[in-house]
């Protein structure tokens, strides 16, 4: 039994969340929430986001079984690359800067123990 969660869109770039993503690959759910809880990262608040949305789908769609969040893992967890906001800035003599505004998807699989 497994459930995912997909996060769109997010204003992070893709690098900045696999650094992150790393800690929590393959770790117990509950593990996972406080390495992210008080990982200093940015990304990390999207990342917890996302996972309590995972586990959410999860309780929701096997509701009758009585599973508990500690017998729940990480069982994937990617990020891919989003679209790319551009933006461009004046510098020095009268050339144009490309500043690329990089975006994120995030997918995140939790599966049951047990199986």
Known sequence: MESKAVAKYMRTSPLKMRRVIDLIKGKNVEDALNVLHFSPKRSAKFIEKTLRSAVANFFEAYEGKKITADDLYIKKVWVDEGPMLRRFRPMSMGRVG???????HLTIVVEDKKQ
Not at 98 to 104: D, E, G, P, Q, Y
Request: proline content about 0%; aromatic content about 0%; glycine content about 0%.
């Open 98 to 104: 490309r500043i690329r505004r990089r975006t994120s």
